[in-house]
């Protein structure tokens, strides 16, 4: 479970996910090359982005790597593991869905996390080398939640508001590191659309 300060901290996200592109295109710090850190584990910009059922990934000095051949997404995001391994959420028609290295499976895999999800996002909790957690957020119905990489994403975990209410927007619009070194959510309040 992630620890949440008792006041509500304000803050922006860090480069580059303050400037999202799109529903179906993304930026995350990342390495140099797919599993090499040894650059450091946020040293480049990649790109993930959704074309022609094609979800593909590249850095400002590699081509267009495509990860899966996927047909109706909708939303996807894009985080870097400790190790260096991309990690996509995604959303399709009928829930959120992950892409990412499993090390139980020793292959990349693909499973639906969450039924009925929608607006998925995903980041490292801490941008060092073989340690930190990916975080997977998204939104059912009004209600934000979010899985750990180190709960192998079997447990949801509601965000709470500092009352301990379960934290309701009309849309979630980012979950990411932020600065000041925090984890933020942010959404559109409910009738502010």
């Not at 710090?29 to 990649?46: F, K, N, Q, T």
């Not at 059922?53 to 995001?77: A, F, Q, Y």
């Not at 996002?121 to 080398?129: C, P, R, W």
């Not at 849309?171 to 932020?178: D, E, P, T």
């Amino acid at each position: 479970m992630i620890d949440f300060s008792s006041v509500p901290v304000f803050s922006a996200f860090t480069y580059p996910r303050n400037q999202r592109i799109s529903p179906l295109k993304s930026r995350s710090l990342g390495p140099v090359a797919i599993d090499d850190v040894s650059e450091g584990i946020a040293s480049y910009v990649w790109e993930v982005a959704f074309s022609n059922g094609h979800l593909r990934i590249r850095n400002e000095k590699t081509p267009w790597i495509t990860l899966l051949e996927i047909d109706g997404v909708t939303h996807l995001d894009l985080a870097f593991d400790q190790s260096g391994t991309p990690f996509v959420a995604y959303q399709l028609f009928d829930g959120v869905y992950i892409y990412g290295f499993d090390l139980n499976a020793r292959n990349y895999v693909n499973t639906r996390i969450a039924a009925g999800a929608s607006s998925p996002f995903v980041d490292l909790d801490i941008q060092v080398a073989y340690r930190g957690n990916i975080v997977v957020s998204y939104q059912i119905d009004h209600y934000i939640f979010y899985r750990l990489q180190r709960d192998r994403y079997e447990i949801a975990y509601p965000v709470l508001s500092s009352s301990g209410e379960q934290f309701k927007v009309d849309r979630l619009v980012g979950a990411s590191m932020g600065r000041g070194n925090r984890f933020i959510f942010k959404g559109i309040p409910l009738g502010d659309e």
